[in-house]
C-alpha cells in the first residue's frame, strides 16, 4: 500500500512538473504587444502596407540564414515595422521618421536577429519601397550627370528623408521611368547599402505597384563590387484600404 502510495505521489509530482514546464514555455512564447500584429490601421492610418516576408540572409559563414518576418511600412509617417518569431525568441524593429526602436524577448537579440535590427538597412528598405512604389517627391534630380550602372543609365535623385544621416539616394532608370535602386550611406561604418526592388505587383485598392522583392547589397560608392547580403520575398500584400489584419 505504502509503495502504491509513492508511486502515486511521484505520478503526481511528474504532472506537476509538466504543468510548470508548460506554463514556463507558453510564457516565453507569448508574443510581444508589438505593432507588428496590429491592424494596418492602427500602425500606418490611412496609407499603408503589410506583407508577410521570406527573407535569405547571405552575409554571414557558411550556409545562408532565414527569417520569416512581417513588415508593415507606413508612406506618409515614413515607418517600417518589422517583427519576427524567430527560435530565440521574439523581436521587433521599427524606424520611424528616422527615430529607430528595437523591441524582444530575453534572449531574442542574437547575433542572426541583429542583422535585421539595423537602422541603415531599415531605411535602404523602407526608401526603395517607398520610392519603387512612386511615393515621395522625386521631381528635382541631384543635379548629377546620368550614370551607367550595369549596363543601364540612371539619374540619381536625392531622396527627402527624414532621416539626414543617412543621406539616401535614388536612382530612376532613364529607360524605364522606374525608380529600382536607392542607397544609403552608413556612416557609421562607412558601408554603402544598395536596396533593388523588382517584381512590381498592382495592388488594385491602392492603385499602386509594388515590389515583391527587395535585395540588399553592400557596394562602393560607384555600384560596383556588389555583394549581396539579403533577399526580402513578399508575399500576401494588403493595403489599409484592402482589408483589416
Known amino acids: 500500500m505504502k509503495r502504491l502510495w509513492v508511486l502515486n505521489l511521484m505520478a503526481a509530482a511528474v504532472l506537476l512538473a509538466g504543468a510548470c514546464g508548460c506554463q514556463r514555455i507558453r510564457s516565453v512564447l507569448k508574443p510581444l ?38 513588415h508593415t511600412i507606413c508612406p506618409d509617417s515614413e515607418r517600417i515595422v518589422i517583427s519576427a518569431r524567430q527560435p530565440q525568441g521574439d523581436f521587433q524593429c521599427e524606424l520611424s521618421a528616422g527615430q529607430f526602436r528595437v523591441q524582444n524577448s530575453p534572449g531574442a537579440l542574437t547575433a542572426s536577429t541583429m542583422r535585421f535590427c539595423d537602422k541603415p538597412l531599415l531605411q535602404v528598405i523602407l526608401t526603395c519601397f517607398l520610392a519603387n512604389a512612386g511615393f515621395g517627391d522625386t521631381s528635382s534630380g541631384s543635379g548629377a550627370e546620368p550614370i551607367k550602372i550595369e549596363g543601364q543609365w540612371y539619374q540619381a535623385i536625392d531622396w527627402p528623408a527624414r532621416q539626414k544621416e543617412a543621406r539616401p539616394v535614388a536612382y530612376r532608370n532613364i529607360d524605364t521611368g522606374i525608380i529600382d535602386r536607392v542607397r544609403v550611406d552608413d556612416t557609421q561604418t562607412g558601408q554603402y547599402l544598395i536596396a533593388t526592388g523588382y517584381n512590381r505587383r498592382l495592388i488594385e485598392a491602392a492603385g499602386r505597384q509594388i515590389p515583391t522583392k527587395i535585395d540588399v547589397f553592400t557596394a562602393d560608392k560607384g555600384h560596383s563590387s556588389l555583394n549581396r547580403i539579403l533577399q526580402l520575398s513578399y508575399q500576401n500584400w494588403k493595403s489599409q484600404l484592402q482589408t483589416t489584419e
Open 33 to 70: 504587444n508589438k505593432a507588428g500584429s496590429a491592424p494596418i490601421s492602427q500602425i500606418c492610418g490611412q496609407n499603408g502596407f503589410s506583407a508577410d516576408c521570406a527573407v535569405t540572409y547571405f552575409g554571414g559563414q557558411g550556409r545562408p540564414y532565414y527569417s520569416h518576418q512581417r
